[in-house]
């Protein structure tokens, strides 16, 4: 019926011969299970934060292969998988940011919000998102172009031109979950105050806006104060009333006028610039004087009611739905487990080399289990080899941060010459030479401290050498005070006993003296006392021509040994 040869049958049937498929499958560099697994990592990678390049899916296929795999097999790679892979532009998020995007964190925002909207009973129209947004004057933004094919083929013009004025201005915007919007808030780059040409454009009782000014264009504490004080409490405190207000502030990704009104405000700023451009065949200049007349149209055409309802829908905080930005954490694929899914490690080889060892070792491959089997293995090579390539790159990545650990110092490039301006471009020698007088800088620093360490440990022996020495001489003085106190004890004791045996023997002798006193009786006056006439000098008359003996000095005085006189009773006179 379909004139095949018998032959041919019979080799197919046996597995001898393979359809014109499975010969073209065999061409490709990768087996169609190998690609679908390089599609599932490149899934886990995108889900990592991590999506990879053009680049990147080169190296992850050639160190499946083992040898270089070229940019136009990364090309037909990605046609042939456009249902599961995609290109996009994409720019970058903050490693910290996205640490912290995770359903977790998410649900934990969402449930303090809203609990504090139900516990003060916050209604949509006291509900307020605040957040901050910088503009280069002359910057566009980048957008789709029609070129000339003839100008673009010969290079002439590839970018439109753009007055590249980068002075700073920061916009504070606040928007109401009820549609409204504050009036906005310009911050100028300038040190001198408001200038007047910088507000030349605004008309009062059609611009309602307000202006201040800072050194970097950036707000800052101050600034923000003076926004709630004078901005947001003049523009709210008459509509809420008695009510609870709600303030968001920036800092957070997930707010209403981050995720929904930011990006087409620089869309139509820069529309108004380009018309500007445009007009003036780009020969005038753009200055901070002509930024509010671009910037106004563009702030109207923006905070509409509908932009600003969608802004706070978008992002659940009102109307309260966390599920609007919960859902996005939620895996409806239905994958098979990581770990399942994760072989264990091979030895490396090529899944052509596999494939040769498989068709020895299995006689008909046709079978069910002989196919599943090839799956099996060449999707666990692949995951092997990508494992083995991450392994290698976190290795890496581990020895770079161990080389940032290093603290890193001013050279000593020893300028000799002082050039105009003070900007100098150092040589290759220049730098090795300031290397090595830094490396005999630390050579020296090292054996000083060597040096040091050693000296230190000198003095703590001495100090612990002199330490026991002081201690030995403590503990011979102790023993020394411990015999002198036994000595002088004993000694006390010799004479406390010497004085008791005195004093008894003193007792002894009054006692027996006291006795014969008593027992002697006593002795009678021999005779009586008469009126005995005490003698006189005989005094010789003045006529007899005698001379007067001289009077007799009287006594000294009796004194102590302090000084003091010693009177004496009358009666021993």
């Not at 091979?346 to 052509?352: K, N, P, T, V």
């Not at 040589?427 to 620093?445: C, D, F, N, Q, V």
């Not at 330490?467 to 011979?476: D, F, L, T, Y």
């Amino acid at each position: 019926m379909f004139k095949v040869d018998r032959t041919t049958l019979s080799r197919r049937h046996r597995g001898v011969q393979r359809s014109n498929a499975a010969y073209n499958e065999q061409k490709l560099l990768l087996s169609p299970q190998q690609e679908d697994e390089l599609v599932k990592y490149t899934e886990r990678c995108t889900r990592r934060g991590l999506p990879p390049t053009r680049e990147m899916i080169q190296n992850f296929a050639g160190t499946v292969v083992k040898w270089e795999v070229s940019e136009s097999w990364v090309t037909r790679f990605l046609h042939r998988h456009t249902d599961d892979l995609t290109i996009k532009w994409s720019a970058g998020i903050d490693r910290n940011r996205h640490q912290a995007d995770s359903e977790e964190r998410y649900k934990l925002y969402f449930d303090m919000l809203h609990s504090k909207m139900r516990e003060h009973n916050v209604e949509a129209r006291n509900t307020y998102n605040m957040d901050e947004k910088g503009f280069f004057v002359g910057i566009t933004s980048r957008s789709k172009r029609v070129f000339s094919k003839a100008v673009w083929a010969s290079k002439e013009r590839t970018a439109a031109v753009q007055d590249g004025n980068r002075e700073w201005i920061t916009l504070l915007a606040c928007v109401c979950a009820s549609g409204d919007a504050l009036p906005p808030a310009l911050i100028y780059q300038g040190t001198s105050g408001l200038q007047s040409g910088w507000v030349d454009a605004v008309e009062v009782g059609k611009h309602e806006v307000f202006f201040s000014n800072s050194g970097s264009g950036w707000s800052n504490n101050d600034i923000g104060l003076a926004w709630l004080e004078q901005v947001f409490q003049r523009c709210t405190k008459q509509k809420a009333g008695r009510s609870y207000r709600l303030l968001i502030l920036d800092g957070h990704g997930s707010h209403p006028l981050d995720v929904v009104l930011f990006a087409p405000l620089s869309k139509y700023y820069s529309q108004e610039l380009d018309r500007h451009l445009q007009r003036s065949q780009a020969l005038l200049r753009v200055t901070k004087r002509d930024f509010f007349s671009f910037f106004w149209p563009a702030w109207g055409s923006t905070m509409t009611q509908d932009n600003i309802l969608k802004s706070f829908q978008a992002t659940g905080v009102w109307p309260m739905d966390a599920e609007v930005i919960l859902k996005r954490f939620y895996n409806t694929n239905s994958e098979q487990d990581e770990a399942s899914r994760l072989g264990q490690h091979g030895d490396g080889d090529s899944w052509r080399e596999l494939r040769k060892v498989f068709d020895a070792a299995v006689d008909n491959k046709a079978r069910l289990e002989a196919r599943r089997l090839e799956a099996s293995l060449h999707s666990l090579q692949v995951q092997n080899e990508l494992l083995h390539y991450e392994n290698d790159g976190l290795l890496q990545a581990a020895k770079g941060q161990k080389k940032h650990k290093t603290k890193s110092k001013t050279m000593d490039l020893q300028r000799r010459k002082e050039y105009h301006g003070g900007a100098v471009f150092w040589s290759p020698r220049k730098l090795r030479e300031a290397r090595a007088r830094e490396a005999t800088k630390r050579h020296e620093a090292e054996r000083e401290q060597l040096q040091k360490t050693h000296d230190r440990e000198l003095k703590a022996a001495a100090k612990l050498y002199q330490k026991r020495q002081a201690e030995a001489a403590k503990v011979a003085q102790q023993h020394a005070a411990e015999e002198r106190k036994m000595a002088k004890k004993a000694k006390a004791e010799e004479l406390a006993a010497a004085r008791a045996l005195k004093k008894l023997q003193r007792d002894a002798a009054t006692a027996q003296k006291s006795h014969d006193t008593s027992n002697t009786p006593k002795r009678k006056a021999s005779h009586k006392a008469g009126n005995n006439t005490a003698k006189r000098r005989r005094v010789s008359r003045r006529g007899n021509g005698a001379v007067p003996a001289p009077a007799t000095p009287p006594a000294p005085p009796k004194k102590t040994t302090r000084g003091r006189q010693i009177k004496t009773p009358t009666r021993f006179n």
